[in-house]
């Protein structure tokens, strides 16, 4: 499923080649030199990570107060997750949708997912060179 949703994902924006899945079972999409998503087939369903930026250097507990009052609920993320890598020097987004999904909702939720990715690292630079996150 998600190899076909990939491939007809890739007609559509005229991407070619096709990524597909690597031997750590997730298809790398590179949208930008800022944003790369991995995609993972739950089978059924599916899910989508990316890297916002790596984590500022100075006051980290503000951002990471601001980041979880943003995720209590979904509020400011649609139920995308922000988190950290395992190496915890980077802010990640997640999402995943456990269940079987049609074409449709694949892309409108990879572009959804995108746009949260780019609105986050937009708050974070804003953060970093203006000191404040609203």
Avoid at 41 to 56: E, F, V
Avoid at 62 to 74: I, P, Q, T, V
Avoid at 105 to 131: A, C, P, S
Wanted: net charge negative.
């Amino acid at each position: 499923m998600l190899n076909d949703f990939v491939a007809q994902l890739c007609v559509e924006l005229e991407i070619d080649p096709v990524p597909k899945m690597n031997e750590a079972k997730f298809v790398p999409f590179r949208i930008s030199d800022r944003l790369n998503v991995e995609i993972r087939d739950l089978n059924p369903g599916i899910s989508l990570h990316a890297m916002i930026c790596p984590c500022p250097k100075k006051r980290l507990e503000e951002l990471f107060l601001r980041l979880s009052s943003a995720n209590y609920l979904g509020q400011e993320t649609a139920q995308n997750r922000i988190g950290l890598s395992s190496d915890e020097k980077s802010l990640t987004l997640s999402f995943g949708i456990p269940y079987v999904i049609s074409y449709r909702t694949f892309r409108d939720t990879f572009e959804d997912f995108i746009n949260f990715v780019l609105y986050w690292q937009e708050k974070v630079d804003q953060f970093e060179k203006q000191g404040n996150l609203l």
